[in-house]
């Protein structure tokens, strides 16, 4: 959807209210401290636009990850993944690679330790989880080495 300039009736209609999907608020002329706002709105935005296919610990156990629904295009197919759980305890004391792939327009979620590697086929690197002792001791985004080519 082609974003679209909004009339100076809406802009005055969107003064003081907050959008439903970031949490943003729409701040009237003259705000001050500006730069509170700014930083609060840049958040909100990276936080929201950040959130597809993010891995992170489960709260409900120490060596399970979740992987947030979300949408993407792999080789020129989209893929939609509804999101789930990763139960990672197979990886003790090694780092789990967990990547997203499509078979038949259907989105999965692979696993594998360092030793094997990544994927050779087309795949979209989600993070690098590192179990110690039992316990997920950290969670490496990828994700954003793929989409910006590092």
């Not at 003081?16 to 943003?24: C, M, S």
């Not at 936080?47 to 709260?59: C, F, K, T, W």
């Not at 316990?135 to 954003?144: C, E, K, N, P, S």
Request: aromatic share 6%; charged share 15%.
């Amino acid at each position: 959807m082609t974003p679209r300039d909004l009339t100076p009736e809406q802009v005055q209609q969107l003064i003081n209210t907050h959008d439903p999907a970031t949490g943003l608020l729409y701040p009237p002329a003259g705000l001050q401290p500006y730069h509170d706002w700014l930083i609060q709105t840049l958040h909100r935005l990276a936080s929201n636009s950040a959130a597809d296919l993010r891995v992170s610990l489960s709260a409900s156990a120490q060596t399970d990850c979740i992987v947030a629904p979300g949408r993407a295009s792999l080789d020129g197919t989209e893929i939609a993944y509804p999101g789930g759980t990763l139960a990672l305890g197979a990886y003790n004391n090694d780092t789990a690679l967990v990547w997203l792939e499509e078979d038949g327009g259907v989105a999965s979620v692979g696993v594998t330790d360092t030793a094997s590697a990544w994927p050779t086929g087309v795949h979209l690197k989600l993070a690098e989880v590192t179990l110690v002792s039992g316990v997920i001791t950290g969670v490496l985004d990828r994700r954003f080495e793929t989409i910006f080519k590092v």
